[in-house]
């Protein structure tokens, strides 16, 4: 009912927003999306690297065992984390989220 009433828009360039989220499929298309990461940190690892650690974890490896980054902090994904961030941009956040979850 909500969608009907407020359908989804795209919070970073205004277009009509696909998938049921606040982002269209143009958007989406351009999100920086953390394909090889670090099995450790979740670091983003070159291309043709193999499933080894990045060369900061092999020189001191961090506290925790796994991070899962699925997006790299790249644009549009730092100016998203810093409106939800600084701005308390709610609709921002429930983006991010819903990324994340995916």
Do not use: I
């Not at 920086?32 to 979740?42: D, E, G, K, M, S």
């Not at 790299?72 to 994904?77: G, K, N």
């Not at 984390?81 to 819903?98: H, I, N």
């Amino acid at each position: 009912m909500l969608r009907f009433l407020f359908p989804a828009h795209c919070l970073l360039c205004g277009d009509k927003g696909a998938g049921g989220r606040d982002l269209c499929a143009a958007c989406f298309g351009e999100l920086p999306w953390n394909r090889r990461p670090c099995p450790r940190c979740a670091a983003p690892l070159p291309p043709d690297a193999d499933d080894r650690l990045c060369g900061s974890c092999l020189k001191a490896l961090p506290a925790w065992d796994e991070a899962k980054s699925p997006l790299t902090y790249a644009y549009p994904v730092d100016r998203l984390v810093q409106r939800f961030k600084f701005d308390g941009d709610l609709p921002v956040g429930r983006l991010l989220a819903e990324l994340l979850a995916a």
